[in-house]
């Protein structure tokens, strides 16, 4: 039996490709179309639902009541039905089957505006742990990143010189919708810098190269941990004074993790020392 849905009494059902609002969905897969639209596209259940929990501006729901199913059926219902100033768009199954990503069919896909915030709109607390990741490229990797942010209570995330937009579809879908839980900021590496000295905040660099071990490193004062691409690791506008270069042992023939393992690592220590 499938769960509870709002009902829409009297509301039109889109069956069509061609309608206007589906057109302006679907390009928000793209970036370009995010950046023209100020909008974003939310898929999956445990998606939306963490987006409508922290107040996310959903501006709509594309439902295809029928398509819901899985374990996130229940607690998405529920929670659609406890928000119910959220617009909700009937569309029939060939349309969600445009609006969702690859195989993902689960039966609803939203609409949202994009939250602007600036590192100068950034509240700290008296002791902050902060993740920059500077030039980071696939958005799984920012994705996997925010999820371990989350896990560990960190305050915010910094994406230094970003090379994919933070509210990427694939990188929402890979945060499981914990993006919408963090504070994550655009900025560039050099106003990064100026803010993190102007907070008073200790700046590690995680590098290949580093002089220092991760776990020698004093975690519990206020820190930033700095992580670089993957390609091309840290660039050189962090190569100055009153920045600490750590690194992980690596005794293997592979001189560096993937970037999302290695903030695991480096969050999970802070978090340790800090417990």
């Known amino acids: 039996m499938k769960p509870p849905v709002r009902e829409a009494l009297g509301m039109e059902i889109i069956r069509s490709l061609q309608n206007a609002q589906i057109k302006a969905a679907v390009k928000l897969r793209d970036r ?3 950046t023209q639209q100020q909008r974003t596209i ?26 819901l ?36 069919l689960e039966g609803a896909v939203a609409v949202a505006k994009l939250f602007q915030r600036n590192l100068q709109d950034v509240k700290l607390p008296r002791c902050p742990l902060i993740a920059v ?3 980071v490229e696939k958005p799984g990797n920012v994705g ?31 945060s499981l919708g914990t993006i919408f839980s963090v504070p994550v900021v655009d900025a560039t590496s050099e106003e990064t810098i ?40 840290l ?3 962090w190569h100055q004074a009153g920045i600490t270069n750590i690194h992980l042992p690596m005794h293997g023939i592979a001189d560096s993790l993937n970037v999302s393992t290695t903030a695991a690592v480096l969050l999970y220590e802070a978090l340790r020392q800090r417990s």
Do not use: W
């Open 69 to 104: 199913s899985g374990p996130e059926a229940g607690p998405f219902s529920r929670t659609l039905a406890e928000h119910p100033e959220t617009a909700i768009t009937h569309v029939s199954s060939e349309v969600m089957a445009k609006l969702s990503f690859g195989e993902r």
């Open 235 to 237: 660039s050189d506008k």
């Open 42 to 67: 939310i898929d999956g259940l445990r998606e939306i639902r963490r987006a409508l929990e922290c107040g996310f501006p959903i501006e709509t729901i594309f439902l295809n009541p029928e398509a």
């Open 133 to 135: 990741i500077e030039q």
């Open 144 to 174: 996997a990143i925010l999820r371990t942010v989350d896990a560990v209570g960190a305050n915010l995330l910094i994406s230094a010189d970003g090379q994919t937009d933070l509210f990427n579809p694939n990188a929402i879908r890979a």
């Open 194 to 233: 100026e803010f993190l000295q102007g907070q008073g905040v200790q700046m590690l660099a995680a590098r290949v190269d580093g002089s220092i071990p991760y776990t020698t490193v004093d975690m519990t004062q206020p820190t930033a941990l700095i992580l670089g691409s993957e390609a091309h690791g």
């Open 32 to 34: 370009r179309g995010r």
